[in-house]
């Protein structure tokens, strides 16, 4: 109460009293929480990353420990850029000590994601793949196969044999059993990509007008896509346009471009400039 009021002297005072006096306590333990919370609150993350650290390291065996590295990562990550390795050390910590626990998978994730962010592609397609060869069943697997081909096609530049692997994982992808729609159209998007990257242009066009076709045409299950499914459908649809240009199929790149204006996709500035300079050239 003392904390929401804004009393942080006094909060703090009666913080401090019930560690001394339950030392062991869940209610000691959990108090923590409640000190970084209010650190949050106010915009405080050093204070909150400390307090949760803190936690962890005198509590190493409570149940309270892995949800405090956890958050103290992820106020590490909102410090801001610079912060990132570190909070790479601290999804590490957390899935060294505590492998049984139910935020493991979800760290590993957060620590791959943070290492693509910090170009270490490398460290990252190591993550996942350990993640995809430890837990083959797991519900977030898809979130490994797709993260593990970014990496992929990051590092792959133009090696065929690279580029072949990234295509293998993703058209794989697009099989797992209830893989989310988002995610369908950002893998099918990403495998339309590695293909014209391989300079399989014609089977990057099929790829894509398949994809345009389920996901935009299909009104099911264009209802069922969120902004950042539409956002990928969009993007299909650009490099659609963009490898008919180069075919010399102007008018069907015109069509798509008029498409994405019509269903007010995102890039639709991007479609109404492409597709005004396609009619002017007509």
């Given amino acids: 109460i003392y904390m929401r009021e804004g009393d942080i002297n006094s909060g703090m005072l009666v913080l401090t009293q019930l560690r001394e006096e339950f030392a062991s306590s869940a209610s000691a333990q959990r108090s923590y929480l409640i000190e970084a919370s209010y650190h949050a609150l106010v915009g405080d993350f050093v204070s909150a990353q400390t307090t949760l650290t803190d936690l962890a390291l005198k509590y190493p065996e409570s149940p309270l420990a892995p949800q405090a590295l956890f958050e103290a990562a992820l106020y590490c990550e909102r410090r801001g850029a610079e912060y990132y ?19 493991f998978y979800t760290a590993r994730l957060k620590q791959g994601n943070l290492l693509r962010l910090i170009n270490d592609f490398a460290g ?16 977030m697997r898809y979130i490994s196969e797709l993260s593990r081909a970014d990496c992929i096609l990051a590092l792959s530049g133009n090696e065929a044999a690279d580029l072949d692997d990234a295509i293998n994982v993703l058209e794989r992808l697009l099989d797992l059993p209830n893989l989310p729609l988002d995610f369908q159209a950002e ?3 990403k495998w ?4 014209a990257k391989r300079q399989s242009f014609k089977d990057a066009e099929e790829v894509l007008s398949l994809s345009i076709s389920r996901f935009l045409i ?11 499914g539409r956002y990928w459908v969009a993007r299909s649809m650009l490099k659609l346009g963009d490898l008919l240009e180069k075919d010399g199929s102007l008018s069907e790149a015109r069509r798509i471009y008029r498409m994405i204006i ?9 479609a109404m400039v492409r597709a005004d300079r396609l009619q002017n050239i007509e």
């Fill in 262 to 270: 019509a269903y007010n996709l995102p890039g639709r500035q991007i």
């Fill in 124 to 139: 990252a397609q190591i993550i996942y793949e350990n993640l995809i060869n430890s837990f083959p069943s797991h519900q």
């Fill in 192 to 195: 339309a990509f590695s293909l």
């Fill in 218 to 228: 299909d009104d099911q299950q264009a209802s069922e896509l969120s902004v950042t």
């Fill in 85 to 103: 390795s570190n909070a790479v050390i601290l999804y590490n910590d957390l899935a060294e000590r505590y492998a049984s626990d139910p935020l």
């Fill in 187 to 189: 893998a099918s998007y």
